[in-house]
């Protein structure tokens, strides 16, 4: 699967912002897909998961309540949806996809394949 992420820009303290994956092929219902990202010299980090079907997600705690995934199989699309956006938010976001992940939560590593990330800019 062949993913690209976009979406990414500029918003101030508070504000909301939604980044989107798109997917090739014709088997994304078979993968998990995941969001991550990484600040300049930090590590790559989970933000949040979704399983195949969709029913399940997992988020990171600084995620939890503020940001929102969800996915559309028919479109092949996985979404994040961001509100309450703070400066430490700032970073590179990448999709991600698995096909063999249990559950909705793994490490960069357990992803097989990745997106080219975009960029999310937090002012203050």
């Known amino acids: 699967v062949q993913l690209q992420a976009f979406g990414g820009g500029l918003v101030q303290v508070g504000g909301s912002l939604r980044v989107s994956c798109a997917a090739s092929g014709r088997t994304f219902r078979d993968y998990v897909m995941g969001w991550f990202r990484q600040a300049p010299g930090k590590e790559r980090e989970f933000v949040a998961g979704?399983?195949?079907?969709?029913?399940?997600?997992d988020y990171e705690d600084f995620a939890k309540g503020r940001f929102t995934i969800s996915r559309d199989n028919a479109a092949n699309t996985v979404d994040l949806q961001m509100h309450g956006l703070r400066p430490e938010d700032t970073a590179v976001y990448y999709c991600a996809a698995d096909r063999f992940l249990r559950g909705s939560h793994g490490s960069a590593s357990e992803f097989g394949y990745w997106g080219q990330g975009t960029q999310v800019t937090v002012s203050s």
């Open positions: 979704i399983s195949r079907g969709g029913g399940s997600t």
